[in-house]
């Protein structure tokens, strides 16, 4: 699937949800089932800054293309993590680099990718688009 | 029961009526900032809408008329802090600009290598920071008085610490991350026993002790108006005018001179002398509005019923289980820090706001001391006069759906 049919699918999922309750429940559902990221990968330079929890993120490349792995220490982060991976893993470079994501706004929670709250997400979104560019610099 | 009547102070902040994710907002993060009262907000469209006009320099109506309300404001404050000398005021914009300001004109002209400079664990960034500055420029050491478990600071160790190589001590009168209110008298005595100067970060303290510079006989003491009902960026920095007098100034432009030629100027008296450029006209004399209201309830009875709520919430938090209070000071203000087992900070924020209840979550800018108590952050419900019990039992019913939902 394509990055944005993979986001067209998540909207649809959100779509069913008509009070936060649900809607965050999932979120933290997806937060737990994320699986762990092992120790090995838990450094300071896999750290997203500027988040009030910590978020890590490691990428490698595979056949042409990137795979995500990441976790966090808080459930709501993490689930929103979860989904961030889910969409942007197992692209090409290019892809990455020029990923539009539109769902986090379509499903209703683009107040965590606001200045305050969570721009550890923000800066999720730029560092995977980062290692995009630069996997298409070093083939 | 408190002898205000809480239901018509809630009337006076218009803010409370807002809804939040569709629910009636719960404000428990006061610490953070407080909310306005409709005085305050009159007091600013006023001054914008009928005498807006440059202070001290113009001879015209609006500016005798809004330099006297700009200086009204000096008087109510010098009344506020009990200060012998109207001078002794200074506006800032904040509590950080007031620390910046001592840290940049006394540090960089009375502190040498070698001097100590005493801080707490308990310190906000803004009382760190400046201090690390002043340091590394001057080559001083920098000494931090221990807390205990339960967030009080070891006051022998403070003693301990003191000798002729003490210069200064700057410390807070409460803490923003666990309301720890500090014995600053004792810790100014000991200071100017071996004579160090003082200053005293009363961000969190003037909204809701009693303070007197004089008794406490603090060198400086600073504070931010808008976390007692006023405006933000506006501060004030008390300092003894002997000291005052002896500093240089800090920034240089209109206001702060007396005569200038291009080969040298002179600087104008306190406390214009720390007053450059045109000031924050519009928040100084709003801040009167907030003092005033203030003084209309009665610090004693807002602290009082203020010690109602903290004793309230402290009950019915205990009872949550897996949840445990940060902070446990032999004397406190209204602030609850926790955590909860199993729970991250952000996802009890999270949640929390998703019912319309706001508190702060996080390291509270005060890092260091979360290290101390090896925690990543805690969450923060801090109350104002016009919160209620019924606000609490919201919070409480609010922080059993995050145990719900999370674990
Ligand atoms: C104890 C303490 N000191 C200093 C500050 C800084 O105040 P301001 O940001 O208004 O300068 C705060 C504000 O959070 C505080 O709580």
Redesign the interface.
Known sequence: MTINEIQDEIIEEFELFDD??GK??YI?DLGKKLPKLSDEFKTDDNIIKGC???VWLHAYKQDGRIHFEADS?????KGLVSMLVKVMTNHTPEEIANADLYFIDKIGLASHLAQT??NGLASMVKQMKAYGIAYQANV | MSILDINKIRKDFPILDEKI?GRDLVYFDNAATSQKPLVVLEALSNYYGHYNANIHRGIHFLAEKATSAFEDSRTTIQKFLNAAHKEEIIFTYGTTDGINLVAQTYGRKFLKEGDEIIISTLEHHSNIVPWQMLCEEKGCVLRVIPIDDKGDLILEEYVKMLSEKTKFVSVVHVSNALGTINDIKFIIDNAHAVGAKVLIDGAQASSHITIDVQALDADFYAFSAHKLFGPTGMGVLYGKSDILNAMPPYRGGGEMIKEVTFEKTSYNELPYKFEAGTPNIADVVAVKFAIDYINDLGKENIAAYEDELLKYATEQLSEIGGLRIVGQAKEKVSVVSFVLDG?????V???LD?QGIAVR??HHCTQPLMSRLGL??TSRASFAVYNTTTEIDKLVAGIHKVKK??L
């Open positions: 936060w309750e965050y429940e933290i009030q929890s910590i220490e808080a459930i709501i982060v709250r969570s | 994710n729970v991250h900070p952000q996802d924020g999270v949640i998703q979550t996080g990543p952050g939902m999370v």
